[in-house]
């Protein structure tokens, strides 16, 4: 019973788990849809963009006009529940807020904001459906695999069906158990086994000669 209502969301948390464990899955989403996947940064290299500086450098950020331009972000999306800043902040280029109305884990409640640091004028909008197939399914499957993408409920039944996959395996390595137990009691005692098979053989012959 546990097996059988565990059965489909319990292959979605596989299945994305798959998906974010190993390139070539991951690749597959993209290709699916016929698209490049996006090229990987080595482990332990710096991210896009990412500032470098000596380790104890103290860094200072101009961050001139960031409450405009933070109060417009708030009016674009006034549901918003966490909105984020890169610094430090490029120089006559748009300023980008990424802007999340969901619980972290939704990506199809995320956006990215580019605002005129000169003006406040929008740049460019880009939502979650701006991306292309492939990024789109790649981003949920992420978040598949803990149920985040569906918020508390999809949590809850994310822990539930991972709670009912070790029941599965407590039952599976009981079954071997008592197999292994019953093949070596048929190899300490094969003619005891012998003429107990016998007789259960005869018990049902017998039954069924009486219906």
Do not use: C
């Not at 998906?19 to 690749?27: E, L, N």
């Not at 991972?162 to 158990?177: D, P």
């Amino acid at each position: 019973m546990i097996g059988f209502w565990s059965l489909v969301p319990l292959f979605a948390v596989v299945l994305s788990g798959v998906v974010i464990s190993y390139p070539w899955a991951s690749d597959l989403v993209y290709r699916i849809f016929g698209e490049e996947a996006p090229a990987r940064r080595g482990p332990g290299g710096p991210r896009p963009g990412a500032s470098q500086g000596q380790t104890g450098e103290a860094m200072y950020f101009d961050l001139t006009g960031v409450d405009e331009l933070l109060h417009l972000a708030e009016n674009r999306v006034p549901d918003w529940q966490r909105i984020t800043l890169s610094l430090p902040l490029p120089e006559d280029k748009p300023v980008t807020f990424n802007i999340d109305s969901g619980t972290g884990g939704q990506p199809q409640k995320r956006a990215r904001l580019l605002l005129d640091p000169a003006t406040g004028q929008e740049v460019e909008w880009v939502p979650f459906e701006a991306g292309s197939r492939g990024q789109r399914l790649r981003s949920i499957l992420r978040f598949t695999h803990t149920g985040e993408v569906l918020g508390l409920f999809g949590q809850t039944v994310a822990g539930i069906v991972s709670l009912g996959a070790t029941v599965l395996v407590w039952t599976g390595l009981s079954l071997s158990l008592r197999r292994f137990r019953s093949w070596r009691k048929r190899r300490t005692h094969p003619v005891r086994s012998a003429h107990f098979r016998t007789h259960r053989v005869r018990e049902r012959i017998n039954a069924n000669l009486e219906v």
